[in-house]
């Protein structure tokens, strides 16, 4: 599967791209997005946990994901879309990343919400267990009182 990728501050993708980075990004919906977002899965011996962390600094949308098994990644991406799906793009990696596997713009991972129930589709970010590839309700969203505005450790630039 080749990978999908983006044009840094654009929603333009190439013609292998998930459907969400064809439609047009809203802004101001994207706040309905904001929170944190977990999906574990047990590959043999080994527990897996994927988090992610949606949110916003001056009217932009960020998120810090992590996964957490055999291998660490930590890594921000760019949040695009509306409020029905949003779209994870890789911008770069975090401290505590030990893997370099994604380049800018490539396409992690959407998000849509579909009936009241949060679907997967992955991207270049993908679970370990091949049953858990495929599009599904795979994350779940953490209820919190408040969404966060700004997550620790946020870093621009590589």
């Given at each position: ?7 840094p ?9 998930l ?110 267990l ?15 009182e ?7 450790g ?5």
């Amino acid at each position: 599967m080749q990978k999908q990728k983006v044009k840094p501050s654009s929603v333009v993708c190439d013609k292998h791209s998930l459907t969400a980075c064809r439609s047009a990004s809203d802004p101001a919906s994207l706040a309905a997005w904001l929170g944190s977002y977990t999906f574990g899965e047990r590959a043999p011996e080994t527990p897996w946990e994927y988090g992610i962390t949606v949110f916003a600094i001056e009217e932009r949308y960020y998120a810090n994901i992590s996964v957490d098994g055999g291998q660490t990644l930590r890594m921000m991406a760019s949040v695009q879309g509306n409020a029905e799906e949003i779209t994870l793009v890789f911008m770069n990696n975090i401290p505590g990343n030990r893997h370099n596997r994604f380049h800018e713009g490539d396409v992690l991972l959407t998000l849509r919400m579909a009936r009241g129930a949060l679907h997967t589709t992955w991207g270049a970010l993908t679970p370990v267990l091949e049953e858990n590839q495929a599009e599904g309700m795979h994350f779940v969203r953490q209820e919190s009182e408040e969404p966060p505005t700004r997550e620790p450790g946020f870093i621009f630039g590589n």
